[in-house]
């Protein structure tokens, strides 16, 4: 009996057992609990709840890749159109991996599949791959991986479509040297096995932008283009139009497919005579169609193509006499490698992400009314934090979800322009930090909090951050806030010629925080979009996209401070490239300066005045002047008296007398030192 006791007892472990395999659920350890803390060595695994079982899924992967021969296939996180964000349905790398961080690179090989992203997303890959996968924190590089896993003549493949021109190069010539092959695998791999599951594309109308927020016609702008073109002294034919944000500009078009951008899924070759735009054209109403020409045949008629026919219709266009200009910033591999090098023009970024780079008056006059209504949100959502976080019912999510909604109540609100960083005490510290339910903390009056969000409006898009603190800083916070005030009122006050390439002005930002021996590591500035994306290259300071600086770009400005584990600190504001009241000219090239678009104060009882020189009050008080006479009346407008009340408070000058006294001891100190070293005083 006891024996048959025993051979039951074994069956059913062994039916369970194989019952989880079929199933495809991975053994949990009862040990675990619920645990955020995945152990891939113990037995059975310890796994978060928050991992994504992906065994079927590499399965299948590489059964597709034993019938193409293929030994290693590489997977990155972007789309055709190498956006910064990217629909569902472009999602590869996460849904094969499980992790859903925005940076990172998968490989799969026969035996092996690893995972490649940047410290920030360390912890975030940790809790959502399972023990399928390995997380690379560095070494080795990916071509040492492959080749390590691979041999002399064996055949790594990737989608050409979802790697720029660069990143195809980077892998390719490497790998020819180890006798590996790269090879071009144009019908995604992923995409065949997630079949079914995978989100269709987007089917909602393509809509026109209200004629009162655009001062170019769609014909101005394709004129525009075409002269760029005729002045080149290479002669283009064609502008080949990669990047989302670009055919979107250029029809005053916009569209519902990527998340927190406008934009739709397209390409344009726009040619000296004809224009054709690809995309899927159900998704354009009749009136939409009307209003681009598709019914005509000149040179100032739009041809309506599938979007899927680009690379079919480029290798027919080459057959001709012509020559494409392309940006290779946005360019993918899959449209590029079909036009022969004797018909291409590269330039870093095509003349139509230059040309929508300078805002027009009707794009400089919608993006400030745009962060007028956006201070109006923000300043409701400080006044209801200042009288909430005291209750301790304020977490991080929760007041990102608050001053979404706030600004979902302002006029030609169209949603947020990215995902909101709400982060409280030490997940400041990581700076592109995002709540989570696994990370949500609550906000105290003992911790210093920093919002990073915007908006999408109908006339321009925002980004602002603000840090506060409710309770008592250190003087250590004070100081640090402090500095990268100052970093950011310095780059704001700053004089230079035009044409200035971005990072050279990088030093004023961070000059502040270099004397006390602090720094941040990341870019000083970013160019944004009028009601298109956040980030909007090659607009910028601190960063390599950066371009030459002119009257009429937008940029935003935003030092920080990060202390691990401790908090975080970033003053970000966005403005526009203005002409300088300078005394001369030389050479008669005007100068430039910045003006701030942001009109919302800053943390008042994190600011020591005794550390900051005239100059840098002057401008602050100049600054809370505008605001104050700028956003009040739209208070008032909008019938939020207790706002209007809190904007009179934050907005009262400081004082130059602490100053004042500091920079006459400090003066004091350096004249009796140099009267010491000249032996004049006994």
Not at 183 to 209: H, S
Not at 462 to 468: E, P, V
Not at 560 to 581: L, M, T
Request: proline share 5%.
């Amino acid at each position: 009996m006891r024996l048959t006791c025993i051979a039951v007892w074994t069956w059913l472990f062994v039916l369970e057992g194989l019952f989880q395999l079929a199933s495809c659920r991975s053994f949990q350890s009862d040990k675990c609990d619920g645990s955020l803390v995945k152990d891939c060595e113990s037995i059975p695994p310890c796994l978060p709840p928050t991992v994504t079982d992906t065994s079927l899924r590499l399965s299948a992967l590489r059964s597709l890749m034993d019938s193409h021969n293929i030994s290693v296939y590489v997977i990155p996180a972007t789309d055709p159109h190498l956006s910064e964000y990217i629909g569902p349905q472009d999602a590869r790398r996460a849904w094969i991996t499980g992790f859903t961080g925005t940076a990172g690179t998968a490989v799969v090989s026969k035996m092996k599949a690893t995972l490649w992203t940047d410290g920030r997303y360390w912890i975030q890959a940790e809790r959502q791959m399972d023990c399928n996968w390995e997380l690379n924190k560095g070494e080795p590089t990916i071509i040492d991986w492959i080749l390590n896993e691979t041999r002399e003549g064996d055949i790594v493949a990737a989608d050409p479509f979802v790697f720029s021109i660069v990143e195809w190069e980077s892998y390719k010539h490497p790998l020819h040297q180890g006798n590996r092959q790269f090879v071009v695998e144009e019908k995604n791999l992923v995409d065949i096995i997630w079949a079914g599951d995978r989100p269709p594309d987007p089917t909602d109308d393509i809509f026109k932008v209200p004629d009162e927020f655009f001062e170019r016609t769609w014909q101005m702008k394709v004129k525009e283009i075409r002269a760029q073109m005729k002045e080149n002294p290479y002669q283009p034919t064609a502008v080949l139009i990669s990047a989302l944000d670009e055919t979107a500009w250029l029809f005053n078009l916009r569209g519902n497919d990527i998340p927190y951008n406008p934009f739709f899924k397209s390409y344009t070759l726009l040619a000296t005579n004809f224009i054709r735009l690809f995309v899927n054209e159900s998704r354009l109403p009749q009136h939409i169609k009307e209003y681009l020409n598709t019914t005509c045949t000149t040179d100032m008629c739009v041809q309506l193509k599938p979007y899927t026919d680009i690379r079919k219709d480029l290798q027919e266009y080459v057959q001709g006499n012509v020559k494409i200009w392309i940006g290779q910033e946005y360019t993918n591999y899959g449209v590029y490698e079909v036009i022969p090098e004797s018909k291409l023009l590269i330039n870093k970024y095509s003349p139509v992400q230059l040309t929508k780079s300078v805002k027009d008056s009707t794009e400089q006059k919608g993006l400030k009314a745009a962060h007028v209504r956006d201070a109006v949100a923000v300043i409701r959502y400080f006044v209801w934090l200042e009288k909430s976080v005291p209750k301790g019912n304020v977490t991080e999510l929760s007041g990102a979800n608050y001053v979404n909604k706030l600004r979902s109540e302002q006029k030609y609100s169209k949603g947020i322009s990215f995902e909101t960083i709400s982060a409280s005490g030490l997940n400041a510290a990581l700076a592109h930090y995002s709540p989570s339910h696994e990370t949500n903390r609550k906000l105290t009056p003992d911790e210093m909090y920093l919002i990073d969000s915007g908006g999408q409006y109908l006339d321009g898009t925002t980004d602002i951050t603000r840090t506060l603190h409710w309770g008592t800083p250190t003087d250590f916070q004070k100081e640090a806030y402090t500095r990268v005030l100052m970093g950011n009122i310095d780059l704001a006050r700053s004089i230079f010629p035009t044409l200035t390439i971005g990072d050279e002005l990088d030093v004023w930002a961070r000059h502040a925080l270099w004397e006390a021996g602090l720094n941040y590591m990341h870019g000083t500035g970013h160019g944004i979009g009028s009601f298109l994306s956040v980030h909007e290259w090659p607009v910028g300071i601190g960063s390599p996209h950066t371009c030459p600086l002119q009257e009429g770009m937008f940029t935003s400005i935003e030092p920080g401070y990060y202390q691990d584990n401790e908090f975080g600190i970033r003053i970000e504001d966005v403005s526009v490239v203005v002409k300088a009241e300078t005394k001369h000219t030389f050479g008669g090239v005007p100068y430039l300066t910045f003006e701030h678009i942001s009109l919302v104060p800053y943390e008042r009882k994190l600011i020591d005045v005794s550390i900051m020189n005239k100059e840098q009050i002057d401008w602050l008080n100049n600054y809370y002047e505008r605001i104050w006479r700028t956003v009040s009346p739209e208070l008032q407008a909008q019938k939020l008296t207790e706002e209007y009340y809190w904007l009179q408070k934050h907005t009262q000058l400081f004082s130059h007398g602490v100053t004042v006294t500091y920079s006459f001891i400090s003066l004091a100190a350096a004249l009796l030192g140099s009267f010491l070293l000249q032996g004049k005083i006994l």
